[in-house]
């Protein structure tokens, strides 16, 4: 089944406690994407990989880190989580041709930093 | 990328016919439209994508007038399983700038029994 999977889930954490969210896709698509959701603010992108070792940044990168080591995963790294990083993260990848416009994003993450 | 607004948000029951109206007045000639559909707590599903006139898939239908200035995004006959929020997006279409999409405060479609 084509996918996007995302872990943890849920986590909850404290302040300056580094962690990873792992993000992997089955479909071999070469442009994956992080994108953290907030009430009031809708989904915006944090940061975006078009194919391995190539990543830029998205509207609102500070306070992350990513890396595309494999065409598979992009994991999102928070060095040091502060409480205004407590969001709903969603990660996604599509095609970099043809139907490049439909994004396939994972189940979310919901993180909480106290 | 064009900026869009639509309705924050409509009821309707079921069996009905739900038109979302998303205005778009500077969409620029290469910038196709792409809706966007969001459940509670899901990551959003691709609904579908259209460039002028009017495209239908099993789930909707798109109509876009001669000047693209607006979209309407159709669901015809709605359950309560369509209770979701719809995002209008407008950019290039099969090689986005980054692909990136950029998503506004779409519409929040309740759907009652």
């Known amino acids: 089944e084509a996918q996007v999977t995302q872990n943890p889930r849920y986590l909850i954490t404290v302040t300056g406690k580094k962690l990873t969210v792992t993000c992997s896709q089955n479909?071999?698509?070469?442009?994956m994407s992080w994108y953290r959701q907030d009430p009031g603010l809708g989904l915006r992108q944090i940061y975006y990989s078009m194919n391995v070792e190539v990543t830029d940044k998205g509207d609102v990168p500070e306070g992350y880190k990513v890396s595309r080591k494999e065409k598979r995963n992009f994991p999102l790294i928070l060095e040091s989580p502060s409480p205004n990083q407590t969001s709903l993260y969603f990660c996604?990848?599509?095609?970099?041709?043809?139907?490049?416009?439909?994004?396939?994003f994972g189940p979310g993450t919901r993180l909480t930093v106290t | 990328l064009a900026k869009t607004t639509q309705p924050i948000s409509m009821d309707s029951y079921e069996g009905q016919e739900v038109n979302i109206t998303c205005s778009h007045n500077n969409i620029a000639t290469n910038d196709y439209i792409t809706w966007y559909q969001q459940f509670p707590s899901q990551g959003p599903r691709f609904i579908i994508q259209g460039y002028k006139t009017k495209v239908t898939n099993e789930v909707a239908s798109l109509f876009i007038p001669a000047d693209r200035k607006s979209s309407t995004l159709s669901l015809p006959r709605v359950s309560l399983s369509d209770t979701a929020v719809y995002y209008c997006?407008?950019?290039?279409?099969?090689?986005?700038?980054?692909?990136?999409?950029?998503f506004g405060g779409g519409t929040r479609v309740l759907v009652k029994p």
């Open positions: 479909m071999n698509h070469e442009y």
């Open positions: 997006l407008v950019g290039p279409g099969t090689k986005a700038a980054g692909n990136k999409l950029t």
């Open positions: 996604a990848s599509s095609l970099t041709s043809g139907r490049a416009y439909e994004q396939y």
